[in-house]
């Protein structure tokens, strides 16, 4: 077996080092890639070349400690009305390089959010992307990207278990073996899908698709859909997810005309839903009282990877929920899973549903959400719906004469909910594939969940913090507790010692008003919410970041020195 530090090493450097080691590389691929894309444009002979001098002059920090009042003043004394003759690029560029070095740098201390981190692949697609101004639209206004986009949905999608959409090859020439094979891959009921905005908007895409085919016989009756004629009748239809599914579901069945009240969350075990429990309040439960008193089940949507604690729900036992449903109800709702921030783990080997991993079952799914601009490393915007059955897809189908013309060009914006779109998603997903490769996020993502374990394993040492869930990917939510505290108290020394944490600026754990099982009951508590994600991120940032939360809570708990003074020895003796 390859030496996972030499295969680390070698993946990190795909993501620039903030402390600089690798700046020399990334300025020279930046250069590289402006100069080949503005010689395509001007038809001249470019050599573009930003370099550096200069060495590191300051601790790296998540952000500089100017307050937010003092930025909003600086903002506002730099133009408090629309300039009337605008300004010259110097001017630009002087006043907006000095309004962002206060802005927030997602280095390797900044452990908070699910934000990807200085990827440079995707970084000098993006460039690209930005200069050339492309429009995935329409083919007419990117004839390269258009494809580019097909190809890493069709990798993302064999990911999953789907098989992929090969048919837009089908006019190409080959010959042979590989003919041959291609030949009867694209004669396969194949998947589709496309680059979205981010796990919103593709979750959007999803829910239209269920609410489209759940009112199917609309369009058998009266040639149109419902997303023609509207929620016409009074249809009393429901969702059914998981009490930890991501704000945007509730949000977007109300977009869905379905309403945001029908979308019915369904209790968890251990931040999970659990196929096999039949409790009242289970899925299963839920879903077999809805049928029964008449209501349409539109869809279930699980999770693969919670906002909050990275769970996974049980999808194979969800999909068999269904095949049990469809044979007792005779029809079967669409089943999404949400794996926005999990979606990026089927490329690791203890996940992947093709190796029988944490995410099996994810293949059986109708449709599945998947953010590039999360685990997957690339640069904003850049999200990806995935439906395993062409058709579905088609369901989102719409027609604009100026736009998408009968010629056999491939229209990506007639399937999807945006219209126009820059080429960034598509070019940054594309690129940082083809850069990274199975092994290279297999790599990354071990490195990631083992800095995740290594900081549970900190946690677990100490007796006045406690871990809340099971780990399964790169999320740990912990909070420090006192048991001589009321729940109210601890929950305020939380609250405060993040966002003493947070205004010291040197590394970053967000804090969160989160449900949990607490003593049997269930309760929302203020914790702190850890993501490592940066690649560059080592064992010494976590200790740093631990340290950093240590502190704010020992100060939040010396300024009420007379009431917490036995806290503060037993946090400054290591917890012991
Ligand atoms: C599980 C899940 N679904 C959907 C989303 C929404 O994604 P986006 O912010 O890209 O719209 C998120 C974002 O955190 C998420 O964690």
Known sequence: MENFEILLGEYRNYFLDPSGSNLKEFLHYSNKMLTKVLQMYTK?????????????????????????????????????????????????????GDLLQSEVCFNTKFLGQMHPHDSIPSFVAGITAKFLNGNTVAEEVSRVTTYLEKQAVGWLAEACGYNPDLTWLEDIKLEGKIKEVLDKMIELPSSSGNITCGGTTANFAALLVARNKAFMEDIYWRKEGVAEAGLTKKEDCVVFGSEYSHYSIEKLCGYAGIGSKKFI??????????????????????MWQAAKEGKKVVGVVAVAGTTETGNIDDLEGIANLLDEFENEFEYRPHFHVDAAHGGGFVFHDLYSPKKNGLLKGINRA???????????????????????????????????????????????????????????????????????????????????????????????????????????????????????????????INKEA???????????????????????????????????????????????????????????????????????????????
């Open 366 to 492: 109708d449709s599945i959400t998947v953010d590039p601009h999360k685990m997957l490393y690339t640069h904003y915007n850049a999200g990806c719906i995935l439906f395993k059955n062409k058709q579905d897809h088609y369901l989102l189908k719409q027609t604009a004469d100026y736009l998408f013309k009968n010629d056999g060009s491939c229209n990506l914006g007639q399937f999807r909910v945006e219209g126009s779109m820059g080429l960034e998603g598509a070019i940054q997903t594309w690129a940082s594939l083809f850069c990274l490769g199975k092994k290279g996020y297999q790599t990354i993502l071990q490195h990631v969940l083992d800095l995740t374990e290594y900081l549970e394993g900190k946690i677990k040492a100490t007796t006045c913090f406690e871990v809340l869930h099971k780990r399964e990917m790169n999320i740990l939510c912990f909070r420090y507790y006192n048991p001589e505290f009321s729940e109210e108290v601890n929950n305020e």
């Open 44 to 96: 001249r002979d470019v050599k573009v070349k930003i370099s550096y001098v200069g060495e590191r002059t300051a601790e790296i920090s998540i952000h500089d400690k100017t307050d937010s009042s003092t930025i909003k003043k600086k903002i506002f004394d730099a133009a408090f009305e629309m300039p009337e003759n605008g300004h010259s690029l110097d001017e630009l560029v002087d006043t907006l």
């Open 265 to 286: 969350k369904v209790n968890t075990t251990d931040k999970k839903v659990d196929a096999r429990d039949t409790r009242p309040g289970s899925l299963k439960q839920m």
């Open 498 to 576: 993040q966002k003493r944490m947070y205004d010291t600026g040197k590394a970053y754990i967000s804090n969160e008003n989160q449900l949990h099982t607490i003593a049997g009951e269930k309760k929302k508590i203020e914790v702190f919410r850890a993501i490592p994600m940066h690649p560059w991120t080592k064992r010494e940032d976590i200790d740093f970041a631990f340290e950093e939360v240590n502190n704010a809570i020992c100060s939040t708990l010396s300024d009420r020195e007379k009431y917490f003074q036995r806290s503060i020895a037993s946090i400054k003796n290591g917890g012991a």
